[in-house]
């Protein structure tokens, strides 16, 4: 009697609010079989239907259905097996505050999905048949466990006998389309250092498969808990799942960030301040002294060029690819990590990462799919629309290594196995760091021989920073003071949160030792700043942008017109590189134009990153042959380099080697002996050989 009340309620909700979808909905129905209905629109209409929706979801979403089921609808149409989901749910809860008291209610969880099952038919009613009576009767399934009767059911005729087994009828059971989720919190959620939680969730005919690992959606859904079961049998624990209601998509940026009006006012005038771009380049991890350099390019990075899609419909990338290789304990984590607490949807990994999906995506049959393949995104994919730092890239699994290629330059992860296909979005920017193959640099090899990667992949990188750690009086003086001062802030704060309070003439020095760290421009507002530039400014290229684009890369290409020989210096990358940096110098300046002041400072970093990858070390000239190849064309006319040499000798003498002998050697190959010594001192000053005795040179290893 309650019940019919209810529903008559929900019939007449339904007439007034959703009228016009219902009829929608009957025109094209059972194609579309869902009414979405706005949560307001009920909490607007009658608060206490409203109520009992949140608390009590099962029976009023049943009964709503029912009223929706039975509806008379002008258009002659029965809805008799139409979905009613509800959305814009105000009562959103973090999957880490999820507690028992959530329990059977309805909520709106927001999430990152990273892994989604094959759709696969599950029942929802299934009929059996009684071996004895042969009377045929149906059981509504629902939950997670498969419900069999025990005996034949009377009220629908049959005989009441208690049966062991009754035969499935599985033509005339009913199915739906079901797929299971996992919904993980979104990585700008979490604060530094904080593991990501997780929850599972099923989805119901017409949402199944609507969703890709790396999407961004809101799951609506009744929470429920099913009894934890280990091989020792049942637990006291409980584990929770979302049975999922409703999906949406979030199409945009996630967690958008909100600016307002206030905001603007506050960034436009950071943009008139003249030196706006060097106090960005301040901001980028102040307590890691130097590298202005690599802070330049990760500013760029964070306000990336523009994607475009060209007239015949290819889409050049905006996002750009940074990879810094150096010597261990540079800072190149740091660095990372850095960048990524910064920008609004960063994602931290290590190339090493212990999961299946690694950094692009994969398809696994494990014990989250039941049976079913399951598709997991990487980090590429879970960092769609952000930057992703890959820390130890060197060490990525070799299919990482192939599919990287594509996500990076078509920003798209392919999966094509055991019936799944898929397409993954991973429009980030990669930010990537490597040590090179022997652990330390070796100026003498060409750096693409050193890095663990192959060469046509260190092509996709837009710039690539080369790290040395060398012994340098000076410049190790004025790292050590700042990281000295650094640490001695750092410790006048630990002393001030311990205990309250620091000495008189401590307080003096501890406000000059914190401006050594303190960023240049507020971290929220930089976030701020780039995401409205990022929204607003478009810029394009002026005349003479576009000259000195043209001027400086046909004067690198010119090496290799003059001179048969010459190795050819510069690809078409290095030049979209080029524009790509541009736009996001003006972006930084929140400029519609590329001026030719942003040309020349982007042509500087190019250079600088050109010249320390790419000069042959033994000509002196530029050649990215090294990157796109692997070797120089000296080096390809040139038989062995010296570092070959000595290991070909290793054969003959073992690891100590004969000084007089990788002469001869060097001298056959047409090297002129007093630069082959030369080099191998230069060789020994940088800690890569030594001499343990008199006449001979050993690697350090
Ligand atoms: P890597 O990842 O390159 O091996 P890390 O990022 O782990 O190196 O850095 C090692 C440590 O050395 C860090 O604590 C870092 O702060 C410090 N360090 C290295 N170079 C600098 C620098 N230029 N300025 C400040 N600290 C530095
Ligand atoms: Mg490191």
Redesign the pocket.
């Given at each position: 009697m309650m019940q019919d009340l209810v529903t008559e309620r929900w019939e007449d909700f339904l007439k007034r609010y959703c009228w016009d979808d219902l009829i929608e909905l009957s025109n094209s129905y059972p194609e579309r079989r869902s009414l979405f209905v706005k949560f307001s629109d009920m909490d607007t209409y009658d608060p206490n239907l409203a109520d009992m929706v949140l608390d009590t979801p099962d029976v009023a979403i049943a009964s709503a259905t029912d009223a929706l089921r039975e509806m008379d609808i002008p258009t002659g149409v029965i809805l008799d097996e139409a979905n009613l989901r509800i959305i814009n749910l105000p009562r959103r809860v973090k999957i880490r505050d999820i507690r028992s008291n959530d329990i059977g209610k309805l909520v709106g969880i927001e999430g990152l999905v990273t892994k989604a099952t094959e759709v696969r038919p599950r029942v929802i009613e299934a009929v059996f048949e009684c071996p004895f009576c042969h009377h045929i009767f149906s059981v509504v399934q629902s939950g997670r466990q498969f419900k069999e009767p025990f005996e034949c059911e009377q009220e629908s005729g049959g005989c009441g006998r208690k049966v062991q087994r009754f035969k499935l009828l599985v033509e005339k059971s009913k199915f739906a389309n079901a797929q299971k989720i996992r919904l993980q919190e979104s990585p700008e959620e979490l604060r530094g250092g904080e593991l990501p939680q997780a929850i599972d969730s099923y989805l119901e005919d017409d949402i199944s498969g609507e969703v890709a690992p790396g999407d961004r959606v809101v799951i609506t859904g009744i929470l429920r808990s099913y009894q934890r079961i280990t091989q020792y049998g049942k637990t006291p624990f409980f584990d929770i799942y979302l049975d999922g209601n409703s999906l949406e998509l979030m199409q945009e940026e996630f967690e958008e960030i909100d600016i307002t009006e206030e905001d603007e006012r506050e960034i436009k005038e950071l943009a008139n301040h003249p030196e706006v771009y060097e106090r960005f380049i301040r901001s980028i991890a102040p307590?890691?002294?130097?590298?202005e350099e690599i802070k330049e390019a990760m500013v760029l990075q964070l306000f990336s060029g523009v994607p475009k899609e060209l007239p015949d419909e290819t889409r050049i990338r905006g996002d750009i690819h940074l990879l810094?290789v150096?010597?261990?304990?540079?800072?190149?984590?740091?660095?990372?990590?850095y960048l990524v607490r910064l920008a609004p949807r960063g994602l931290y990994t290590s190339g090493k990462s212990s999961t299946a999906a690694g950094l692009t995506a994969a398809a696994v049959r494990d014990e989250f799919g039941e049976g079913r393949w399951t598709l997991e995104a990487g980090a590429l994919v879970l960092a769609d629309k952000g930057i992703a730092a890959v820390?130890e890239i060197d060490k990525m699994r070799k299919e990482d290594r192939d599919a990287l290629h594509e996500a990076m330059e078509q920003q798209t992860v392919s999966i094509a196995k055991a019936g799944i296909m898929a397409r993954l979005n991973s429009r980030c920017s990669l930010l990537a760091?490597a040590?090179p193959k022997f652990g330390r640099f070796d100026k003498y090899t060409p750096i693409a021989e050193q890095i663990n990667m192959p060469p046509t992949l260190m092509s996709r990188f837009d710039l690539i920073f080369t790290?040395m750690d060398r012994p340098n009086e000076e410049l190790d003086m004025k790292?050590a003071e700042?990281?000295l001062e650094?640490h001695y802030a750092g410790e006048l704060i630990a002393r001030l949160e311990g205990i309250g309070k620091v000495d008189a003439g401590e307080k003096e020095r501890f406000k000059e030792a914190k401006q050594v760290m303190e960023p240049a421009v507020r971290r929220d507002l930089i976030r701020k700043y780039v995401a409205w530039s990022k929204r607003n400014i478009f810029p394009v290229m002026t005349e003479e942008a576009k000259n000195k684009f043209l001027e400086f890369y046909i004067g690198l290409r010119r090496q290799g017109y003059e001179d048969e020989e010459a190795p050819v210096p510069v690809t078409a990358r290095q030049l979209e590189a080029l524009i790509r940096l541009g736009e996001a110098r003006a972006r930084a300046g929140l400029r519609d134009k590329i001026t030719v002041e942003d040309a020349e400072r982007v042509i500087n970093v190019v250079t600088y990153c050109l010249k320390q990858v790419s000069t042959d070390p033994e000509t002196g000239k530029l050649d990215t042959d090294w990157i796109a190849v692997g070797t120089t064309k000296t080096k390809r006319d040139r038989a062995r380099s010296i570092r070959d040499i000595i290991k070909e000798l290793e054969k003959e003498y073992g690891d100590e080697v004969p000084l007089e002998e990788v002469l001869d050697l060097a001298e056959e190959d047409g090297m002129e002996r007093d630069k082959v010594e030369e080099i191998i001192d230069v060789m020994k000053r940088d800690g890569i050989l030594f001499s343990p005795s008199g006449g001979v040179i050993k690697f350090v290893r």
């Open positions: 307590s890691i002294y130097g590298y810094l150096g010597d261990p304990g540079v800072a190149k984590s740091q660095l990372l990590t820390d760091a040590n790290m790292t700042h990281i650094t």
